[in-house]
């Protein structure tokens, strides 16, 4: 069930001689996407599984029985064999991969004027962490800042149109959160909006719109991601910081799956659908394995009921993934401030951001140092996004709860 010969065929365009790259947290072992530059044209690779994965087969089977990649803090349960995720799939340094690319013609202010795609073979060179990446971007002396620069100022194009077309980014900050052993959690919080994280962020958005825009040009059924725009007008600024974050949540509301291209609101464009993450989601090795079809024989592969069902389920599937995960990272994180704070009798306070502030219930805040929200009793006299002091009294860790009281 496993392929993992590599072969070329007339349709495949060998790209091993042009300096490629992936960059992704430290330590990724999944490595789906990576990046070319040539001659003035960026290439986007997304390993193409379907090589990998035989349809039909026992893999095959389980992967779409299980939709996704299960990401926990004490467990990472993949929806492909590791053999496969990890090692024949994952585009590593120095190792010769098939790929789906997307060949974009830059123009020197960085917008694009031509795109297609093609079934490619490419070598990663080398693995970059988005620290590293980072750190290249703000060293015009280090040997891969000119090339990094040229992938930056097409992102940036790219992200300026989308926002000119309304395109709304949270940039909430992030916890990671990984038991090492009993009694010793950690905890780290990152932001989303580093140069880096921003670029490949993009890149992966370019990617996933252009297959859309393919799909729809060429009469491929396929699932698209909508969006409406917010019931409520969103105001002309919102606050910093948590208050800001929580004010969008309220107010956008969840994408919806579409057998007919609609606008997504929040990324600002006219088409969206998935096919960047083969390894990590059915929907999309179900949407690529359509799409090197077309590409080799002309004819699509699946029809419009067996696209929609894939994808209508594979939606449920991921959406309870998420909560499963959002559930198990909540529970360590209860973990670490029981182990901090309750077990080691430290009753020091914690800063935090109110959110709100009815007069008539527990109202919701959202801890300075940690994008936690929890509830507590806070004075009238408190206006939302007000700097406050709370205490950590009680962890209710079967039911994921923790209690805080207002500290004056």
Known sequence: EVKSSIHQNDLMLNLTAIPTFTIDDDGTLDRDDAFSLENGSLWIHVTDMTELVSEGGNI?????????????????????????????????????????????????DGSISNWSFHRTIVRSNKAISYEEADRILSNPNHCLYQLLAEVLSLTTYSFGERS????????????????????????????????????????????NCLVAEYCHANGLPATYRLQAPPGTEFPDSLPDGPLGWYIA?????????SNL??????????????ASSPIRRYTDLYLQRQLVHFIETGQRKYSEPEM???????D????????????????????????????????????AIALENS?????????????????CTIPE?????????????GIDLWHRSAQFTYVN
């Open 60 to 108: 095959d089977r389980e992967a779409r029985r299980r939709m996704a990649t299960l990401y926990m803090p004490d467990v990472v349960i993949p929806m492909l064999p590791r053999e496969l995720s990890e090692e024949l799939g994952s585009l590593k340094p120095n190792t010769v991969r098939h790929c789906l690319s997307l060949k974009l013609d830059k123009e020197s």
């Open 164 to 207: 000119r077309k309304g395109a709304f980014t949270l940039n909430r900050t992030e916890m990671k959160v990984r038991p090492i052993s009993a009694g010793n959690i950690e905890v780290k919080v990152s932001t989303r909006d580093s140069v880096s994280r921003t670029m490949i962020a993009e890149l992966m958005i370019l990617y």
């Open 249 to 257: 949540g309220t107010l956008l509301r969840g994408a919806t799956l």
């Open 261 to 274: 291209p609609g606008a997504h609101s929040s990324l600002g464009v006219e088409k969206y659908t998935q």
């Open 308 to 314: 929609t069902s894939v994808g209508r389920r594979g």
């Open 316 to 351: 449920l599937q991921v959406r309870e993934l998420a909560r499963i995960e959002a559930q198990r990272t909540r529970y360590w994180f209860l973990k670490y401030l029981r182990t901090r704070y309750l077990e080691t009798n430290d009753n020091s306070t914690l800063k």
């Open 359 to 375: 007069g008539e219930r527990q109202d919701m805040f959202e801890l300075f140092s940690y994008p936690f929200r929890a509830r």
């Open 381 to 393: 006299s408190v206006s939302p996004g007000e700097l406050i002091n709370v205490r950590l009294t």
